[in-house]
């Protein structure tokens, strides 16, 4: 009797997801630097007033395109084949869309372009990436642990409280990697700590142009998990370094590389 190849079936490897939840809200289009001419036109967004400008300008919105970007490029470099990352980019704005659904980055050529309109649909974008993250054809229970990052510049639409405690306290969402990235003091970090492990997973850009340094860390942090003995341990990254040896040097020459990646 002969052997059928065709009934041999290839075991899953297991995967790193990595799920973003970005605010492209109208407030996203606030001009943080650059050349530009004040215009006197006013208008009310997000319940604050702002002013137009005419120039070569440096918004919220690009510093968070850039810093995407730049975390995508990180793990396209490190090329693991044994612990992949996947990703997911969710926007919550004038709609809540999943521009990027789950997927191994070294199948993306590119990630979409961010363009911030809208409101802040919060509740929203919390229950469809839950509903993901419970679909097991999507994320399998063989996966290691998502890492989910909510990023966020300002107070979001209202009704959002029980879809977050929903997020954080039951099911498969409960048990996530949970970071945040508070953009400018408009940002709501009450209800952004809610969201995260614990305190030193809240990360603040004051600036737009530190968003960058909160995207390297969490980039890196996700890089330790996947050299760790057990990535589902969910260890801050200077203690999972000091751990393990193996883990330090690797994280040294991933430093190295990606370094000119968050430099815009």
Known sequence: MGFDVSKITQSKVRSMPVILLLDVSDSMNIVESGEFVRTGRFAEKDGHKVEFVEGNTIRRIDCLNKSV???????????????????????????????????????????PELHACGDTPLKEVLEQSKAMIEDRSQISSKDYKPC?????????????????????TDGRSSKCDRWAVSISKDAD???????????????????????????????????????????NDLVPLSSSAQADSSVSEFMKEQEARIATLFQF
Request: glycine share 2%; net charge negative.
């Open 69 to 111: 970007k730049a975390m995508f490029q990180s793990f396209k470099l490190q090329a693991d084949k044994e612990l992949p990352v996947q990703m997911s980019v969710f926007t919550f704005g004038e709609t809540v869309e999943q521009i990027m659904p789950l997927t191994d980055v070294q199948e993306v050529f590119s990630m």
């Open 148 to 168: 989910v990052v909510l990023v966020s510049d300002g107070e979001a639409n209202p009704g959002w409280e029980d879809a977050l405690e929903t997020f954080i």
């Open 189 to 231: 970090k009450k209800m952004l700590s809610k969201f995260v492990l614990n305190e030193e997973q809240l990360l603040e850009a004051d600036k737009a142009d530190t968003i960058a340094e909160c995207f390297k860390l969490i980039t890196m942090s996700v890089l330790a998990r996947t050299k760790t003995q057990n990535p």
